[in-house]
């Protein structure tokens, strides 16, 4: 089975790859041929990739990545109960219905036995109060967005306004990007995550840079790449 993979697929171009799935449905190596025909098409970061690789492969490990993605820009477009219509097979249904009871809501921090948890402009409290601080700029004005960066035990993580940990606090920072990503530091490396919590790149860079939907500028040993 690997033999064929390999031969049909040495060129790696995404038709060869879409071939060798129509022509070899009972291979082994055909979820290795789906997983590089997520990464070549998902190069355009387009929504409608993502809706139809759903549509064609639902039960494909990938397919994961393609729902957090369309968790992202879906939500750029649409209210969140207008995306829950649309989409009735999201997998963070639920949590999503959660927050959308409290998308309006304006949240607080509060002190409480010298740790910090956060309630909302009524004083019911949502998130317990278990964390070492919150950000300065959480003092000082009220918390809109549906997902708050932490720090406990002097390392920090991602939570949704539900309390939810969506990435561990394991981290010696972390930093909103842009289209739902999350730039993580750990012993001076630096990864990405995804707000859903899917790790995209492991802390193995010495600097990432965001750069647009499709490209990130990074430095490892003092040399650059994208």
């Known amino acids: 089975d690997k033999l064929i993979f390999n031969q049909e697929t040495q060129s790696a171009r995404l ?41 064609n492969f639902p039960q494909h490990p990938s397919s994961r990545k393609a729902w957090d993605w369309i968790g992202v820009l879906g939500a750029k477009e649409l209210t969140i109960n207008d995306f829950l219509n649309k989409y009735p097979d999201y997998p963070h249904r639920a949590v999503w219905e959660q927050l959308a009871g409290l998308h309006n809501r304006q949240f607080y921090p509060y002190l409480e036995n010298e740790s910090y948890g956060y309630l909302d402009e009524i004083g019911e409290k949502h998130i317990k109060a278990e964390l070492d601080n919150v950000p300065k700029n959480h003092l000082c004005e009220t918390i809109q967005p549906d997902y708050l ?75 650059w790449g994208i």
Request: no cysteine; charged share 25%; net charge positive.
């Open 149 to 223: 960066i932490f720090q406990k035990n002097n390392l920090f993580g991602l939570m949704n306004k539900i309390g939810q940990i969506l990435i561990p606090a394991q981290f010696d920072r972390i930093e909103a990007l842009s289209q739902g990503l999350y730039r993580v530091s750990k012993n001076a490396q630096v990864g990405l995550y995804l707000q859903s919590g899917l790790e995209l790149i492991s802390p193995r860079f010495d600097l990432l840079e965001y750069l647009n939907p499709q490209f990130l500028k990074f430095r490892k040993n003092r040399r």
């Open 15 to 55: 038709s060869n790859y879409e071939k060798f799935i129509s022509q070899y449905p009972d291979n082994q190596e055909v979820d290795k041929a789906i997983e590089r025909i997520f990464f070549l098409k998902s190069l355009s970061h387009r929504l409608s990739f993502y809706e139809q690789f759903i549509q």
